[in-house]
Nanobody, 119 residues
């Protein structure tokens, strides 16, 4: 199983970035996909969620209206479009795949990618 994030980097406040997370080794279309982030000295927080078929999304209040999560099940990839970036969006961003089957929960994590918003 692999989740590989890409697209991070340094951007000025007000700018945009698009993160990608390429999945392999599991049935991607059966999993909800999530983006988390963790800033230095802070707990990891859930930023955005998309259901397995892509029909429903949810966002943290702090990013609502600025970030958009999407997925391409044919390409086994989930995206996070981040617009109007703020310095407080600076963090390591992680993608996560999650599926519940009865009492069992299957969770996979990417290695994380740095996003820095600074002038």
């Amino acid at each position: 199983v692999q989740l590989v994030e890409s697209g991070g980097g340094l951007v000025q406040p007000g700018g945009s970035l698009r993160l990608s997370c390429a999945a392999s080794g599991f049935t991607f279309s059966s999993y909800a996909m999530n983006w988390y982030r963790q800033a230095p000295g802070k707990e990891r927080e859930l930023v955005a969620t998309i259901t397995s078929a892509g029909g429903s999304t949810k966002y943290a209040d702090s990013v609502k209206g600025r970030f958009t999560i999407s997925r391409d099940n044919a390409e086994n990839t989930v995206y996070l479009q981040m617009n109007s970036l703020k310095p407080e969006d600076t963090a390591v961003y992680y993608c996560q795949a999650a599926r519940q089957s009865g009492r069992l929960e299957y969770v996979y994590w990417g290695q994380g990618i740095q996003v820095t918003v600074s002038s």
